[in-house]
T-cell receptor, first 112, second 110 residues
């Protein structure tokens, strides 16, 4: 009954590969986000979706393509992975009009 | 651009002591939130303080906000080993996103 769930938890892959991370929330929220946390724990917003529509794309390379098939899902596809993509990626959600974010447990991506 | 900056970057205390973390931000805000992140986990919301509030309490947590200095502090009283985590402040940004600071790593030793 996890509120925001991400899969996989760990992802180890070679440079140049394409990979996807999935996120689902069962809270009935209509806004979802992807954040990237680097090795120094700095969290940076990547994308924001509201009702399946892209609201924010924060200067993320176009190798990163989010997809929201419905309000409960926001997936992240990454093409041609690079070493610098290694980080922990967090999905989060919230209900429009409320300030509190609910986070998934993160996907640790390691690009070798 | 980064909005919040916490200090100290790391804090090590004994169980039972109080822990104080500070956050400074750059632009005007509607509210400020604090989150906790346990190792290997996602962030969990702790407390929110609005721009017209100066102090707020929740259990062992006390948050203050000084909008004139653009700063906030989080006080955890009577700390426990289970409080060991990273603590982040977050301010509301454009399009209802949250901008996080770099965090304070708190270690509470038994």
């Amino acid at each position: 009954d996890t509120a925001v769930s991400q899969t996989p938890k760990y992802l180890v892959t070679q440079m140049g590969n394409d990979k996807s991370i999935k996120c689902e929330q069962n809270l009935g929220h209509d806004t979802m986000y992807w954040y990237k946390q680097d090795s120094k724990k700095f969290l940076k917003i990547m994308f924001s979706y509201n009702n399946k529509e892209l609201i924010i794309n924060e200067t993320v390379p176009n190798r990163f393509s989010p997809k929201s098939p419905d309000k409960a899902h926001l997936n992240l596809h990454i093409n041609s992975l690079e070493l610098g993509d290694s980080a922990v990626y967090f999905c989060a959600s919230r209900k429009t009009g409320e300030e509190k974010l609910f986070f998934g447990s993160g996907t640790q991506l390691s690009v070798l | 651009s980064q909005q919040g900056e916490e200090d100290p970057q790391a804090l090590s205390i004994q169980e039972g002591e109080n822990a104080t973390m500070n956050c400074s931000y750059k632009t005007s805000i509607n509210n400020l939130q604090w989150y906790r992140q346990n190792s290997g986990r996602g962030l969990v919301h702790l407390i929110l303080i609005r721009s017209n509030e100066r102090e707020k309490h929740s259990g062992r947590l006390r948050v203050t906000l000084d909008t004139s200095k653009k700063s906030s502090s989080l006080l955890i009283t009577a700390s426990r080993a289970a409080d060991t985590a990273s603590y982040f402040c977050a301010t509301d940004g454009r399009y209802s996103t949250l901008t996080f600071g770099k965090g304070t790593m708190l270690l509470v030793s038994p």
